[in-house]
Protein backbone atom coordinates (compact mmCIF):
# COMPACT_ATOMS: atom_id res chain seq x y z
CA UNK A 1 0.00 0.00 0.00
CA UNK A 2 1.02 3.59 -0.75
CA UNK A 3 1.92 6.00 2.18
CA UNK A 4 -1.27 7.78 2.89
CA UNK A 5 -0.98 10.95 4.73
CA UNK A 6 1.81 11.87 1.71
CA UNK A 7 1.51 14.76 0.10
CA UNK A 8 0.07 13.68 -3.57
CA UNK A 9 1.93 16.74 -5.64
CA UNK A 10 0.47 15.00 -9.40
CA UNK A 11 -2.33 13.16 -10.59
CA UNK A 12 -0.49 9.80 -11.10
CA UNK A 13 -0.45 9.34 -7.08
CA UNK A 14 -3.69 9.93 -6.84
CA UNK A 15 -4.69 7.41 -9.77
CA UNK A 16 -2.12 5.20 -8.31
CA UNK A 17 -4.35 4.69 -4.95
CA UNK A 18 -7.29 4.67 -6.45
CA UNK A 19 -6.01 1.62 -8.65
CA UNK A 20 -4.99 0.12 -5.70
CA UNK A 21 -8.38 0.42 -4.06
CA UNK A 22 -10.16 -0.99 -7.12
CA UNK A 23 -7.81 -4.30 -6.63
CA UNK A 24 -8.85 -4.78 -3.63
CA UNK A 25 -12.47 -4.25 -4.40
CA UNK A 26 -11.88 -6.89 -7.20
CA UNK A 27 -10.24 -9.07 -4.00
CA UNK A 28 -13.54 -8.42 -1.88
CA UNK A 29 -15.72 -8.63 -5.24
CA UNK A 30 -17.57 -5.42 -4.75
CA UNK A 31 -17.89 -2.61 -7.47
CA UNK A 32 -18.73 0.89 -6.91
CA UNK A 33 -19.43 4.38 -8.01
CA UNK A 34 -17.64 7.29 -6.62
CA UNK A 35 -17.35 10.94 -7.45
CA UNK A 36 -14.16 12.82 -6.57
CA UNK A 37 -14.32 16.19 -4.54
CA UNK A 38 -11.84 18.38 -2.95
CA UNK A 39 -8.35 18.52 -3.71
CA UNK A 40 -8.22 15.06 -5.82
CA UNK A 41 -10.70 16.50 -8.22
CA UNK A 42 -9.06 20.20 -8.31
CA UNK A 43 -5.98 18.06 -9.22
CA UNK A 44 -7.07 16.23 -11.65
CA UNK A 45 -9.38 18.92 -13.39
CA UNK A 46 -6.74 21.39 -13.35
CA UNK A 47 -4.18 19.01 -14.98
CA UNK A 48 -6.32 18.82 -18.18
CA UNK A 49 -5.45 22.72 -18.90
CA UNK A 50 -1.16 22.28 -17.33
CA UNK A 51 -2.41 24.28 -14.64
CA UNK A 52 -0.54 24.09 -11.36
CA UNK A 53 -2.50 22.66 -8.27
CA UNK A 54 -1.72 22.25 -4.50
CA UNK A 55 -0.64 19.01 -3.65
CA UNK A 56 -3.11 17.00 -1.27
CA UNK A 57 -2.94 14.50 1.47
CA UNK A 58 -6.07 12.66 0.77
CA UNK A 59 -8.91 11.99 -1.61
CA UNK A 60 -11.98 13.03 -0.81
CA UNK A 61 -15.45 11.12 -2.25
CA UNK A 62 -19.15 10.90 -2.53
CA UNK A 63 -20.65 7.28 -2.85
CA UNK A 64 -22.67 7.38 -5.63
CA UNK A 65 -23.64 3.45 -5.91
CA UNK A 66 -22.47 0.34 -4.08
CA UNK A 67 -24.26 -2.59 -3.92
CA UNK A 68 -22.34 -3.82 -0.74
CA UNK A 69 -21.62 -0.23 1.36
CA UNK A 70 -20.60 -1.78 4.44
CA UNK A 71 -17.33 -3.65 2.54
CA UNK A 72 -16.78 -0.81 0.33
CA UNK A 73 -16.37 1.31 3.11
CA UNK A 74 -14.18 -0.79 5.20
CA UNK A 75 -11.76 -0.40 2.04
CA UNK A 76 -11.58 3.17 1.67
CA UNK A 77 -10.97 3.45 5.23
CA UNK A 78 -8.17 0.85 5.42
CA UNK A 79 -6.92 3.57 2.43
CA UNK A 80 -7.56 6.30 4.24
CA UNK A 81 -10.19 7.61 1.74
CA UNK A 82 -12.75 10.64 3.16
CA UNK A 83 -16.46 9.70 2.91
CA UNK A 84 -17.42 13.47 2.60
CA UNK A 85 -21.60 12.40 2.47
CA UNK A 86 -23.27 15.10 3.90
CA UNK A 87 -20.55 17.55 4.40
CA UNK A 88 -20.74 19.69 1.04
CA UNK A 89 -23.69 21.16 1.36
CA UNK A 90 -24.03 22.45 -1.98
CA UNK A 91 -24.14 21.34 -4.66
CA UNK A 92 -26.56 18.69 -3.60
CA UNK A 93 -25.54 14.58 -4.88
CA UNK A 94 -28.39 14.60 -7.41
CA UNK A 95 -26.46 17.86 -9.32
CA UNK A 96 -23.80 15.71 -9.86
CA UNK A 97 -25.80 13.92 -12.71
CA UNK A 98 -24.77 11.93 -15.81
CA UNK A 99 -24.08 15.05 -17.73
CA UNK A 100 -22.80 17.06 -15.03
CA UNK A 101 -19.33 15.10 -14.19
CA UNK A 102 -16.76 13.27 -15.93
CA UNK A 103 -15.24 9.53 -15.62
CA UNK A 104 -11.13 9.14 -15.45
CA UNK A 105 -9.19 6.41 -16.39
CA UNK A 106 -11.99 4.27 -18.09
CA UNK A 107 -9.48 1.43 -19.21
CA UNK A 108 -7.69 1.63 -15.67
CA UNK A 109 -10.50 0.56 -13.44
CA UNK A 110 -12.15 -3.28 -12.91
CA UNK A 111 -14.30 -2.80 -9.66
CA UNK A 112 -14.78 1.56 -9.87
CA UNK A 113 -16.46 3.66 -12.05
CA UNK A 114 -14.55 7.07 -11.09
CA UNK A 115 -15.53 10.34 -11.76
CA UNK A 116 -14.94 14.03 -11.10
CA UNK A 117 -17.37 16.83 -11.12
CA UNK A 118 -17.49 19.07 -13.77
CA UNK A 119 -15.28 22.65 -12.96
CA UNK A 120 -18.01 24.94 -12.02
CA UNK A 121 -19.54 22.15 -9.71
CA UNK A 122 -16.10 21.48 -7.96
CA UNK A 123 -15.62 25.34 -7.69
CA UNK A 124 -19.19 26.10 -5.79
CA UNK A 125 -18.24 23.11 -3.44
CA UNK A 126 -15.24 25.52 -2.37
CA UNK A 127 -17.04 28.78 -2.92
CA UNK A 128 -19.66 27.84 -0.23
CA UNK A 129 -17.11 26.54 2.43
CA UNK A 130 -15.67 27.86 5.37
CA UNK A 131 -11.98 26.13 4.92
CA UNK A 132 -9.25 27.92 4.49
CA UNK A 133 -7.80 25.12 1.95
CA UNK A 134 -10.72 25.94 -0.29
CA UNK A 135 -10.16 30.44 -0.15
CA UNK A 136 -6.84 28.72 -1.30
CA UNK A 137 -8.17 27.32 -4.11
CA UNK A 138 -10.26 29.76 -5.01
CA UNK A 139 -7.34 32.32 -4.92
CA UNK A 140 -4.30 30.80 -5.77
CA UNK A 141 -4.91 28.42 -8.40
CA UNK A 142 -6.22 28.63 -11.84
CA UNK A 143 -9.86 26.89 -10.80
CA UNK A 144 -12.08 29.71 -11.54
CA UNK A 145 -10.17 31.29 -14.63
CA UNK A 146 -11.08 27.79 -16.56
CA UNK A 147 -14.54 27.88 -15.04
CA UNK A 148 -17.08 29.45 -17.61
CA UNK A 149 -18.29 32.27 -16.17
CA UNK A 150 -22.03 32.43 -17.13
CA UNK A 151 -22.57 28.81 -16.11
CA UNK A 152 -20.36 29.34 -12.51
CA UNK A 153 -22.13 32.66 -11.68
CA UNK A 154 -25.81 30.98 -12.84
CA UNK A 155 -24.85 28.38 -10.09
CA UNK A 156 -23.61 30.37 -7.34
CA UNK A 157 -26.64 32.47 -7.57
CA UNK A 158 -29.37 29.47 -7.38
CA UNK A 159 -27.15 27.73 -4.61
CA UNK A 160 -26.92 30.62 -2.57
CA UNK A 161 -30.78 30.38 -1.91
CA UNK A 162 -30.30 26.91 -0.91
CA UNK A 163 -27.31 27.71 1.64
CA UNK A 164 -28.25 27.37 5.19
CA UNK A 165 -24.87 29.26 6.56
CA UNK A 166 -25.13 32.04 3.91
CA UNK A 167 -24.96 34.53 7.30
CA UNK A 168 -21.92 33.12 8.23
CA UNK A 169 -19.23 35.72 7.52
CA UNK A 170 -16.62 33.06 6.96
CA UNK A 171 -18.18 31.32 3.93
CA UNK A 172 -15.46 31.67 1.27
CA UNK A 173 -19.17 33.01 -1.43
CA UNK A 174 -19.08 36.51 0.57
CA UNK A 175 -15.49 36.62 -0.88
CA UNK A 176 -16.25 35.39 -4.22
CA UNK A 177 -16.69 38.85 -6.13
CA UNK A 178 -13.46 40.40 -4.92
CA UNK A 179 -11.50 36.90 -6.22
CA UNK A 180 -13.27 37.39 -9.47
CA UNK A 181 -12.14 40.64 -9.74
CA UNK A 182 -8.47 40.21 -8.60
CA UNK A 183 -8.64 37.51 -11.54
CA UNK A 184 -10.00 39.89 -13.95
CA UNK A 185 -12.62 37.19 -14.44
Known amino acids: MAAYGK ?3 NTDEIINQLIEIDVSCGESAVSAEILILGGAALAILLEQYDSSFRS ?10 TPNREIFESILRRYEVDIISGIVEVPPQE ?4 GEKFEVN ?6 LKVFVPKIELLACTKIFSKRGKDLQDLTETDLLLHCDKDTLRKLVDEYKDY ?7 DLNYHQFDRILEEKGI
Open 95 to 98: DFSV
Open 56 to 65: TKDIDIEILS
Open 106 to 111: KEGFKN
Open 7 to 9: NMS
Open 163 to 169: TLMLGSP
